[in-house]
């Protein structure tokens, strides 16, 4: 079996959850090639593979343009195998009010991109304030600040569930196999 991650990351979370995700099903002894949309070009056709996820983080309650020219372009592709799809954001680790504009974000991918994922999961990303410039750290704190998440610049913060894509990776694994 072979498992292919495709993953649009802008700070480096996404990439980091695509990686973790595919060393967890590479222990599994299943292949697993990892890339990253900004890094093939808009025409790239997607490998031969069982199965794909696509990981993309939502910034501005966007996705990375790549990923989305991507995912339409190879969307047949998309469309014949099982697939999940990784909503990266920090509002996944927010309130209901939050996970409803993180849901709506992805139903626009899914609208915009004409792919329906066989699974769409909603995984916490991070607050990067030591990578920020002066203004983006002083938003992302405003938005911290709003919803009750850590606002000291000094340090970064992980919001990611490592276990809860554990089980994902795994239940996404046992449904291939089953």
């Not at 990253?36 to 983080?57: E, G, N, R, T």
């Not at 339409?72 to 990266?88: E, G, H, K, M, W």
């Not at 509002?91 to 915009?112: H, I, M, Y």
């Not at 009750?148 to 490592?162: C, F, I, R």
Request: with cysteine; net charge negative; hydrophobic share 50%.
């Amino acid at each position: 079996m072979k498992l292919l991650i495709l993953y649009g990351s802008t700070e480096g979370q996404t990439r980091k959850i695509a990686r973790f995700i595919a060393d967890r099903i590479q222990a599994k002894g299943i292949m697993v090639d990892v890339v990253d949309a900004a890094s093939v070009k808009p025409d790239f056709c997607l490998p031969l593979a069982d199965a794909i996820i696509v990981a993309a983080s939502v910034h501005l309650g966007s996705y990375q343009s790549a990923i989305q020219h991507l995912v339409t372009a190879n969307r047949d592709v998309l469309q014949a195998i099982p697939t999940a799809f990784l909503s990266v954001s920090l509002a996944a680790a927010g309130d209901a009010d939050d996970l409803q504009d993180v849901k709506a974000c992805a139903e626009r991918f899914v609208s915009v991109t004409g792919w329906m994922p066989g699974r769409i999961e909603h995984v916490a990303g991070a607050f990067r304030y030591t990578e920020y410039d002066f203004f983006k750290r002083w938003i992302m704190k405003v938005i911290a600040r709003q919803h009750g998440q850590p606002t000291d610049a000094s340090q970064d913060y992980e919001l990611t569930d490592w276990l809860a894509l554990e089980l994902f990776a795994d239940e996404f694994i046992g449904q291939l196999e089953a």
